[in-house]
C-alpha cells in the first residue's frame, strides 16, 4: 500500500511528467523557473537547508554540474561561455547606430554603468547584459528565464527603450532572487555567522564596560556618589545614559537587565582602581631607605571609628612624598588593636618595619603613651625610631589651656560662640542681620571650633567688623514677643555683654594675641616642615609674644576700645568704689585723698593689662615646653649638622645618634659636601637639596651617605596634617545619604578621592583586562584578552 501511494505521488507531480516527456534530468530547471527559485518569503532555515542540498554530493548534484548535451540549460552555457561581458571605462567609445525612420543615431551610454553597477557590455553583439543573473546562471542558483531581456546571449540592445527597460529590470522577482542568492553563496557558514554576532556582541560590551571603568575613575577623582535610590537611578547610570546617547547599539546595550552596572561590579571596580594606587605607593616607597608615617582617629557620621594613615617619604630627587594610605575600622581604639592596624598596612605594602624611622600622633594616650601607647610599642620594634607629638596638636592644646586658665580670653570666646550660634541657626534671626547692611558686602559670622587650628583670628574679626549690626539684631530681637522666653533671655544677657567696653577690648586683645599663633600653625600645616623648622617656629613664636608684653600694646588696645564706645555708645566701666587705708597703718595725719570719682576707664586699663600679660605668658611658657620634645631635638640636630658641614663648620658625627651609617665615610662626604657649598649661602635643609639637584649623578653618588642623612631627616612628620585632611575627605564622601556604604567601598573611594594624580595616570585597559580575567562568564561577555 504504502509502495502504491508513492508511485502515485510521483506521477501526479508535473515535473516528472515531463521529464518522462522530454526525456531530461531528473532536476530540469528549463520548463518552469518557479519551482527552483525559492520565494523572497522563504526563512532563514529553509535556504540554508537548499544550500546545503546544493553543496552535497548527491546524484541531483551531479546531474546539475552536468547537463545533458540537448538541454537548452547546456546550450545557454555555451553560449555564455562564448559572449565576454565586462565593465566599460568612463572613455569608452561606444559603436553607434541609426535606425530607419530616426533622424539621430543611438548608442550605449558610460553614465549607465555607474549608476546601475550590475550592468556589464558585450562588445561582440554591442549590447548590455545583467551581470548578477549571469553569474547566478552560472553558479546554478537561477533559472535562465525567456522573459529577461538581460538574459540573452546578444544581450539587450533597444537604446531608446533603455533606461525604462533597466529600471524594470532591477525590480524584477528575477534579478532579486539572483541579488540575494549570490549574496548568500558569499555568506560564511552559519557557525562563522554566529561567531561574527558573538565577537561583535563582545566590542559592544566591551565598549559599555570601558565607558563603565571611565564614569566610575571620574566619579571617584571628584568624589562623588555612584549609587541612587535603585540600581538604575543614580549619578553613574545617568552619566552612562549620556555617554551612550549617539550610540544606537550602546544604548540598547545599557538597557540590559545585565548591563554589568550592579553594586558588587562597582565595588569591584573601585577596589582595582584603589588597589593599583596603593601598589603603585608601595613600589615607590620600597625605593626608599627610611620611611615614617602619622595616624589619627575619628568618627564618621554613622558614629563608627575610622583610623587614618598616611605614609612620608623622600624619593631619589629630594623630594617629600606624603600618601595618605586609607581608612580602617579598628573594632575598639586601644593601642595594642591600632598597632596592629599598622603593622598590617606595612604588610600588605610589603614595606619591612625596620625601614620606619619616624612617626608623628596626636597627644592621645592610646597613641603617644609613653609605656603603653602605640608609639611605645613602635619604639620596641624600631628602637632607632623617632616620635613627635604633632606641633599643631601642640600649639592648639596651649590655646585651649589659655582659653581655660585666663578669664578675659575664656569669657571673649564664649562670647563670640553665643552670638555665632544665636544668630546663624536661625533663617529669621540671619535674615534680619543682613538686612541691616543695605546695599553693602553682608558679613557673615563665622563660628569658633575647636578642633580647627586657623578660624580663631578669622571669627574674631568678622564679628568686629559687624558690632554695629549685631548690636542692633539683638536689640531688635530684644522685643520680639515671637522669640521664645529662654532665647530672648539669652540675647538680652548678650547685648548686655556686647555693650561694655570689656568685651570690645577682650575681642582685640585675643586677636593680638592668636594672630601670630595661627600664623605659626599654619606653617606647620606644610609638606615641606622639619623638626629644625618647628623648633624655629615655636622660638619666633616666643619672640613675638615677648614683643606684644609691653605698656604701648595695652595703650593701643584701650586706644581702638574707645574709639568703638563713642562709635557704638558703650557703656563705661562702672566706678567703683576705692577702699581707704585703715588708720593704724598710716603714718600721717593728713585726709586720705577721695578716689570715689575714679571711674573704671581710668583703674581698668591696669586690670586689662594684667590679663593681658597673663595670656601672653602663658603661651609663651606652654609654647617653650610643648615644642621642647626629645625626637624633634634629635631630628633638629641631625639637620643643623648638615647646614653646619654646608657652612664650612665641623661636625661631630658620633652625637647625631645614627644606625645603619658608616661614621667615617659619612664624616669624609660632609667635609666634601663643605667644599662643594663654600661661597654659596646655606641657611636650611632645604638650600642643601637645592644644591644636590643641580648636580649631576656622578658627582652626587660621591654623597651617597649625605643624601641618606638627609633621607632621614625628611621623612620625619612634623604633623598629622595630611590625617586631618582625610577627615575632611571623609566628611565629603560619608554623609547622611550616604551613611550605609561598606567600609571597604569608603576606603577604596578616600584612595582615589586623595590621589587624583595617581588615578589619572592608571592604564585603565589593564584594570580591564584584569577584570575580565577573573571569571569565565566575563571572558565570554566581553572576550579574551
Known sequence: MTQKRISNFFSKAPTAKRIREGGATSLDFTSDSSLC???PAESRRDEQRQLTQVSEPTTATLTMSHPHPSSPHADSQKADAGAQSFRPPLDYNFPVKKKSGESFARSCRASWFREWKWLEYISDSDGIVCGVCRSAVKSKLLCPTTDSLFLKDKGFSNWKKATEKIRDHEKSKTHLDATQRLAGLKNTPINALLSDAKAKEQRTARKILELIFSCVRFLGRQGLPLRGDANR????????????????????WLKRRDNWMSNNIQ????????????????????????????ADGTTDISGKEQFSISLQFSNDHLEVQNFFLGFYNAPDTTAE??????????????????????????????????????????????????????ANHSLDLVLQEVAREVRLVADTLNFVREVTVIINDSAKRKALYQSLFGAGDVVNLLGL??????????????????????????????????????????????????????T????????????????????????????LGSMEAGKLLCKQLGTLRQDETITDLVAKTKQYAERYGLKPPHPVRSSKTPARFRYTQEEEANDQECSEVEVYPNVWKREMFEALDLVRSEVERRFDQVGIQVAAGREQAIIEAAQGKKVNVTSLKLTGFTRERLSHELD??????????????????????????????????????????????????????SFS?????????????????????????????????????????????????????????
Open 449 to 502: 571650633c575647636p578642633t580647627r587650628w586657623c578660624v580663631r583670628v578669622v571669627s574674631l574679626s568678622r564679628l568686629l567688623a559687624c558690632y554695629g549690626e549685631m548690636i542692633q539684631t539683638f536689640r531688635s530681637l530684644e522685643s520680639d514677643k515671637a522669640v521664645k522666653g529662654d532665647t530672648r533671655a539669652k540675647i538680652a544677657g548678650l547685648l548686655t555683654k556686647a555693650t561694655t567696653m570689656r
Open 233 to 252: 537611578d543614580g549619578v553613574l547610570w545617568q552619566l552612562m545614559q549620556e555617554r551612550v546617547r549617539d550610540d544606537p547599539d550602546l544604548d540598547k
Open 267 to 294: 565595588n569591584e571596580i573601585l577596589e582595582l582602581f584603589a588597589h593599583d594606587i596603593l601598589r603603585t605607593i608601595g613600589a615607590t616607597a620600597s625605593k626608599t631607605d627610611f620611611f615614617g608615617l602619622t
Open 37 to 39: 527559485a525559492a520565494p
Open 672 to 725: 666634601i659636601l663643605r667644599d662643594i657649598c663654600t661661597g654659596r649661602e646655606v641657611n636650611t635643609i632645604r638650600d642643601v637639596v637645592s644644591i644636590l639637584q643641580t648636580m649631576q649623578p656622578q658627582t652626587r653618588s660621591m654623597l651617597s651617605e649625605v643624601e641618606k642623612l638627609i633621607k632621614l631627616c625628611l621623612c620625619l612628620p612634623i604633623s598629622v596634617a595630611a590625617s586631618e585632611r
Open 729 to 785: 575627605t571623609l566628611r565629603r564622601l560619608k554623609t547622611w545619604l550616604r551613611n550605609t556604604m561598606s567600609q571597604e567601598r569608603l576606603t577604596h573611594l578616600a584612595i582615589m578621592n586623595a590621589h587624583s594624580d595617581l588615578l589619572d595616570e592608571i592604564d585603565v585597559s589593564t584594570l580591564i583586562k584584569k577584570f575580565i580575567s577573573r571569571k569565565t562568564e566575563r571572558r565570554s561577555t566581553f572576550g579574551n584578552t
Open 504 to 531: 570690645v577690648f577682650g575681642l582685640f586683645a585675643c586677636v593680638t594675641l592668636f594672630t601670630p599663633c595661627e600664623a605659626v600653625a599654619r606653617s606647620l600645616q606644610g609638606t615641606k616642615v622639619t623638626a
Open 337 to 390: 588593636i591600632l598597632f596592629l592596624c599598622i603593622k598590617d598596612v606595612l604588610v600588605r605594602l610589603h614595606l619591612p618595619l625596620e625601614r620606619l624611622k619616624g612617626y608623628c600622633f596626636d597627644g592621645a594616650s592610646n597613641m603617644s603613651g609613653r609605656f603603653n601607647g602605640v608609639q611605645a610599642k613602635l619604639k620596641e620594634v624600631c628602637p632607632d625610631s623617632v616620635f613627635v607629638h604633632c
